[in-house]
Every structure is written in structure tokens, then in C-alpha cells.
């Protein structure tokens, strides 16, 4: 099973909008994810119309609508694999033990909030990651997002740099 991974697109703003390059990978997936920010249903109802399913969090700077629809944290199945989602994983220092603590029953952790893509794993496979963002890249040096493929009960993350 593969998966397309954003978060952070913070949409409409500016005329922001999704580049090519995401746009067909997240066609592609046979599962999109996206941990938060999203700003406006019209932004998940974009995604939603692209095909495959759409799993969404909620983020901080997230319409009131949008709140209320999207959960804080979620657990996605995916070929057997258990992925956890939630918007902001809290400071970097103890991040990768600290969300093995919260989500003991998943193989890894989603997250955005910073716009800094992590991939990090532990000595037994549990990995957190991050995508970075499509649209926003703040302090990263490019756009990003994540791709990763799930197969009996294990996951594997590619961070993915989007042409500027």
C-alpha cells in the first residue's frame, strides 16, 4: 500500500496552491495523509476530490469548521501497519521516546507543525516522521512532503523534495 504523506499547507492563503509534482503523487497514493494545518475545508474537500481516501488531524491555525470535524490525534491502518497522527509532537529533545510512550500500539508517528521534515527511527523500528510542507517551507531549504509504503504490518518513509 502506498502512501502520500503533507501537512502544513496552510490554504488558501496567498493563492497558495499544491505543486504538480504533489498533486500526482498524492493521485497516485492509495492513501492520503495529512497531519494538520490544512486551514480550510475547501482544502480537504480539494484533497478528498483528488481519489484516494483522505486521514486528517487537526492543526493550530485550522477554521473553527475544520476543528470541530478533524480529531487531534488518530490511529491509521494501513497493509497492517498502525500509524499515529496528530499536528504538533511537541519539542525536539526526547521526541522520538516520548511519542513511543503516547502511541505504544503503532509503528510509527506522523506529525508537522514545525515545517521541518524528520525521519527518525529508534533501534526497534519505530519511527517518527515529519514531511515538512508543500506549500510553506519556512526554515527548510525546499518544499517536501512524504511518501512511504506499507506491507505486512511494516512502513518504510521517503522524504520527497518538491521542485521551488
Known sequence: MNLAIISDTHMPRRGRTLPRECVRRLRAADLILHAGDLMEPSVLA????????????????????????L??????EAAGARIA?????????????????RFPDA??????HSHIPLLESDDDGFTIFNPGS??????????????AAANDGLIAFEL???AD
Not at 480539494?46 to 476543528?67: C, I, K, T, Y
Not at 509503528?107 to 508537522?112: M, P
Not at 508543500?134 to 511518501?147: D, K, N, V
Open 46 to 69: 480539494e484533497l478528498q476530490a483528488l481519489g484516494p481516501p483522505v486521514h486528517a488531524v487537526r492543526g493550530n491555525v485550522d477554521s473553527m469548521e475544520l476543528q470541530a470535524r
Open 71 to 76: 480529531p487531534l490525534t488518530r490511529i491509521v
Open 85 to 101: 497522527m496528530l499536528h504538533d509532537a511537541g519539542p525536539s529533545e526526547g521526541r522520538l521516546a516520548r511519542l513511543k510512550r
Open 107 to 112: 509503528q510509527a508517528v506522523v506529525f508537522g
Open 134 to 147: 508543500p506549500t510553506e517551507r519556512r526554515r527548510s531549504p525546499h518544499h517536501t512532503m512524504g511518501i
Open 160 to 162: 520527497v523534495v518538491l
